[in-house]
C-alpha cells in the first residue's frame, strides 16, 4: 500500500484517474457539503453550482457569525442511492466517512473518487477550512450546502477510478474473521 | 425551599450543565487520550497511522481553539447526583434543560434534537425528554453529560438471549460491531449492559461507557479482543484496534431472561462532570 501524499487543486480533472485506493491527498479549493435533504433537494431543483469537477462533502457543519466551527464528515453510506445523478453531472469526488456501496463503486468508476476524511475530526477539519457561502439556506444548518474553501484538507483516497475500495476489503477480512470465530 | 433558594439552585445547576458541557465537547478524558495512544501504538499501517494522525491532530486542534471536537455535537444524555440536602423537584429538570439551551448558543453546539415524526428541529437542543436526564442519590451534588452522536448510536444493538445463551453474549458483541463496520467512527468504545429487563439493559450499557476505559476486567478484555480480530479498524479502513475498550455493567434479571444489549461509542467517547456550586 502506497504512503505518498497528492496534492490536489478543485476543479478536478483527468488526475484523479490515477489515484488508487490508501494514496493520501491534501484537497485544496471549493467543495460543497450536502447530506441526506440538500441530494434530495438537488434531485428536484437542480444543482446550485457548476458540478464539474466538484467535490461533495457529506458533512452538516457548526457554523457561527459566517465561520465554520466545526465540520467533519458524515456517514456516506445514507447517500448511496442518492449520489448517481452527481457524478452523471460531473462531479469527481465525494468526501465522507465509512465509504459507500457497490451502487457508487460501479459509479466511480473510470469518473471519479471516494475520498475518507477521519470520522469526529471537525475541529481539525475547521482549521484547513474558509467559509465562501451557502445554497438552501432554508434546510437549516446540518443540512444546507454550505461553499467552503479548502486549504490542504489531508484525506485517504477510499474507493479508487479502478473499483479498489479499502472499505470493502476491510469489510470481507472482517466477515471471514467473524466466521473463524463462530460469530458471522 | 424559599424562592430565593431555588432561584440559586437552578441558576447553580443551570450554570454546571452548561459548563459540563463545554468540557465534554471539547475536552477528552484522559483515558481515552491514553487509549487512542495505545491504539496508535499498535498500527504499523500508513493509512491507520494517518487516521490516528488526524485524530490526535483533531483533538489538539479542538482544545487549542476551544471548539467542539467534532460537528455532532450529540444530544445530551445527563446523569445528576444528589445528596439528601438538595431537594428532589421539577426545578431540576427545568435547570438542566436551561443549561442545555444555553451550551448550545454559548459555545455552539449544532441543534440535533427533532420530533421523531415531524422532524422538526427545535434549535436549541431541547425537545420531549430531551435532555434525558437520569437522577439518582449520591455524596456530590453533581452533574455529568455524555453528549451522543447519531452515527455510533444508530448502530447500537439489544438482543434478549435465553439464560442458556450465556456463551452467546460474545457473539451479540462481535456481531454488532460486524454489522456496524466503519460507520461509528472506530476505535470504538463498547457500552454492554447485562441483565435488568428489556429497557434497562441499554441504560446499563450507556452507563458502562463512563467507566475509565483503560483498564478491563479478564470478561471485558475477552470481549475486546474478540471485537479487535474483525480488524476494521480506525474508520472502517482496516487496523488492528477496532475497539478501544469493552465496558460490562450488570444487574439482576428475571431468572429466565439474559438481556445484553451493545452501546456503540466512537473514538470521542465524550463526557464530563461537574460539581454544583449549591
Known amino acids: 500500500m502506497s504512503a505518498k501524499t497528492v496534492r490536489l487543486t478543485t476543479p478536478l480533472g483527468d488526475e484523479v484517474l490515477a489515484l488508487k485506493a490508501g494514496d493520501r491527498v491534501e484537497l485544496s479549493g471549493t467543495v460543497y457539503t450536502a447530506r441526506d435533504e440538500a441530494h434530495l433537494r438537488m434531485q428536484k431543483e437542480g444543482i446550485p453550482f457548476d458540478p464539474k469537477g466538484a467535490v461533495i462533502y457529506h458533512c452538516g457543519p457548526v457554523v457561527k457569525d459566517n465561520r465554520i466551527i466545526a465540520a467533519g464528515p458524515t456517514t456516506s453510506a445514507r447517500m448511496n442511492a442518492l449520489s448517481g445523478f452527481l457524478l452523471d453531472a460531473g462531479v469527481r469526488g465525494i468526501i465522507g466517512k465509512g465509504g459507500m456501496n457497490a451502487t457508487v463503486r460501479e459509479q466511480l468508476k473510470g469518473r471519479g473518487v471516494y475520498f475518507a476524511f477521519t470520522g469526529g475530526c471537525a475541529a481539525l477539519a475547521a482549521s484547513h477550512m474558509t467559509l465562501k457561502g451557502v445554497h438552501f439556506p432554508d434546510l437549516g444548518m446540518a443540512e444546507a450546502v454550505w461553499i467552503i474553501e479548502l486549504d490542504r484538507l489531508p484525506l485517504v483516497v477510499g474507493i479508487d477510478p479502478q473499483g479498489n475500495d479499502l472499505f470493502g476489503t476491510v469489510l470481507a477480512g472482517a466477515q471471514r474473521a467473524a466466521g473463524r470465530q463462530g460469530c458471522g | ?278
Open chain 2, 1 to 278: 425551599m424559599q424562592q430565593g433558594e431555588e432561584r440559586d439552585l437552578r441558576e447553580a445547576l443551570s450554570a454546571a450543565t452548561c459548563r459540563a458541557m463545554h468540557r465534554a465537547v471539547i475536552y477528552l478524558p484522559e483515558d481515552v487520550k491514553r487509549a487512542l495512544a495505545q491504539a496508535r501504538a499498535s498500527e504499523s499501517g500508513a493509512v491507520p497511522l494517518g487516521e490516528y494522525e488526524n485524530i490526535i491532530k483533531n483533538i489538539e486542534a479542538a482544545e487549542r481553539l476551544g471548539v467542539p471536537l467534532c460537528q455532532d455535537t450529540g444530544v445530551p444524555i445527563v446523569y445528576l447526583t444528589l445528596p439528601s440536602r438538595v431537594p428532589y423537584s421539577p426545578a431540576l429538570y427545568e435547570a438542566v434543560t436551561e443549561g442545555i439551551r444555553r451550551a448550545t448558543t454559548e459555545i455552539p453546539l449544532r441543534p440535533n434534537v427533532v420530533d421523531p415524526l415531524t422532524r422538526h428541529n427545535s434549535g436549541d437542543n431541547t425537545g420531549a425528554g430531551m435532555p434525558a436526564v437520569h437522577v439518582r442519590p449520591g455524596e456530590r451534588f453533581a452533574v455529568t453529560v455524555l453528549p451522543k452522536g447519531a452515527g455510533a448510536e444508530n448502530v447500537s444493538r439489544i438482543t434478549m438471549l435465553l439464560p442458556s445463551q450465556a456463551e452467546k453474549i460474545e457473539e451479540v458483541v462481535v456481531g454488532t460491531m460486524l454489522a456496524a463496520e466503519g460507520r461509528p467512527c472506530p476505535p470504538v468504545v463498547l457500552g454492554v449492559g447485562i441483565g435488568g429487563t428489556f429497557d434497562s439493559a441499554p441504560a446499563l450499557a450507556k452507563e458502562a461507557l463512563l467507566r475509565p476505559i483503560d483498564r478491563m476486567d479478564a470478561f471485558e478484555q475477552k470481549l475486546c479482543d474478540a471485537v479487535n480480530r474483525l480488524g476494521i479498524g480506525p474508520m472502517g479502513l482496516g487496523g488492528k484496534t477496532t475497539a478501544l475498550a469493552v465496558k460490562v455493567k450488570t444487574a439482576a434479571c428475571h431468572t429466565a431472561s439474559l438481556p445484553v444489549a451493545v452501546n456503540v461509542q466512537c473514538w470521542a467517547n465524550r463526557h464530563a462532570t461537574v460539581e454544583v456550586d449549591w
